[in-house]
Each structure stands twice: as C-alpha cells, then as structure tokens.
C-alpha cells in the first residue's frame, strides 16, 4: 500500500521557519522524484520544489532562495525546510512522488499538512 505522510504543518509566525517531512512507504522511493506542491486559501495548487531521484533540484521562483528540499533515500523521505515565513506562504502543503519512463508514469499525493504563518 503506497503511503505519503506529511508532518512538521503548524502555526509560525511571520519571519519563523518550519521543517516539513514526508515519509513514503509502498513504492521504490530511490527511484521516484519527490516535490513539494502548496495550495492557498482560493488558489490553486503549484509546485514549491522538487528534487529527481539524481539529486538535480528545482526551485519556485517565488521562493527567493528561503526554501531547501532535501531526501534521505535510507529513510524514504523527503524534507522541506522553511525559513523566513510570511503570511503569503500559508498553504496546504502537499507531497508528491513522481515517476516517469517511456510509456508509463505513475504519481502519488500525501494527504497534506496546514502550514499557517500569522502573528
């Protein structure tokens, strides 16, 4: 059974820093690239970050350098850190796990974590 577990949401307040964590189970994680997607309040859903199973990185360019993604393969996550917050981040925050071959692709959704920042 393929699992995606969000953890690390919460309160913050402007200018503070989260770490978001993802924990994969079910599939071949080394194999997959893993992203960050984040839907506001009225909004719709956009990538954050996204790391291949290469290491080769991608960054949202609203994200202004404050974000880093990051996976541990012998654990099967993949980490979001968070730092200078602001209101405008407030979002669920979605994991993601992609794979793609000539002819096949196959993707997975965590179920999200609320990250809200608000004084």
């Known amino acids: 059974q393929v699992q995606l577990v969000e953890s690390g949401g919460g309160l913050v307040q402007p200018g503070g820093s989260l770490r978001l964590s993802c924990a994969a189970s079910?599939?071949?994680?080394?194999?997959?690239?893993m992203s960050w997607y984040r839907q506001g309040p009225g909004k719709e859903r956009e990538l954050v970050a996204r790391i291949t199973n290469a290491g080769t990185i991608n960054y949202a360019d609203f994200m202004k350098g404050r974000f880093t993604i990051s996976r541990d393969n012998a654990k099967n996550t993949v980490y979001l850190q968070m730092n200078s917050l602001n209101p405008e981040d407030t979002a669920v925050y979605y994991c993601?796990?992609?794979?793609?071959?000539?002819?096949?692709?196959?993707?997975?959704w965590g179920q999200g974590t609320q990250v809200t920042v608000s004084s």
């Open positions: 993601n796990a992609e794979y793609s071959w000539p002819g096949y692709e196959q993707d997975y």
């Open positions: 079910g599939f071949t994680f080394s194999f997959y690239a």
